[in-house]
């Protein structure tokens, strides 16, 4: 296959297309201007396949611009939708984040369950909605908490355990579903090749975590004490589950939970 890859020079893009490269796929991964549409025409010629994984999210460490990342979301992904329609490219593989499923936790949430955008993910949102609403197979690839290489969460986790005001977000309580970054990669490409036309796909590990635990493990894994409870409250919770993904063949290579042992 002669797949497009938009920010494959982003995180989550180096994973994927090392991976992809690995299966034999052809990969075209010219930089091209999200904003500039006559650009993703020419790069998306001849191609089978578009993969959107241009983003702008500040990590520790790392560049990045949260207004940026909000029009990349919006306008950037509105601009290549109009390109793969130009290229006659009939698929979009669209990265998007599981934290939009946080209407409820009483069960792990699904793919079909109401997703609800907020604060720095109701670009995401946004996003989404162009996606379905585009008359191409648009599928939606939605990542858990990203961890792993080049993702900063291993240096950001570090610094609030040697904080001696840090405390885990209110009680504790709330989920986190998260994925490595490899992980990820592989889901994308597993999506790509055997997903269902026009469906959204959850990405992230078979076991969730609350916060308290999360902590507690990563405080016992670095010899520290797990901090209190009490801190400003962070991302909502959100807790979901991935049968729809396992059902392609996929299986995470990682458990975060795992490594606290």
Known sequence: MRIAVLGASGVAGRAFTTIALGAGHELVTDRADLFDRSALERMLGGCDAA????????????????????????????????????????????????????????????????????????????????????????????????????????????????????????????????????DYATALLAVLLHGRPREAVNACEDEPLRLTELYAGLARRSGRNTPDSGGPPGLRSFRVANKRLRDLGWQPRHALRASFS
């Open 51 to 182: 993969v959107n994984l241009a983003t702008s999210i500040p990590r520790p460490g790392g560049r990045g611009d949260w207004a940026v990342n909000d029009r990349i979301r919006r306008e950037g992904t509105a601009n290549l939708i109009e390109a793969c329609l130009a290229a006659r490219v009939p698929l979009l593989l669209q990265q998007s984040v599981a934290m939009l499923l946080n209407h409820a936790d009483d069960r792990p949430q699904v793919e079909d369950d109401a997703i609800h955008g907020y604060g720095r993910i109701a670009s995401a949102a946004d996003m989404e909605a162009l996606v379905r609403a585009a008359p191409l197979d648009g599928r939606l690839v939605r990542g858990g908490l990203f961890y792993g290489p080049g993702t900063g969460r291993a240096e950001a986790w570090a610094a609030e355990l040697a904080d001696p005001g840090f405390r885990i977000p209110g009680d504790g309580s709330a989920w986190i579903s998260p994925v490595h970054v490899e």
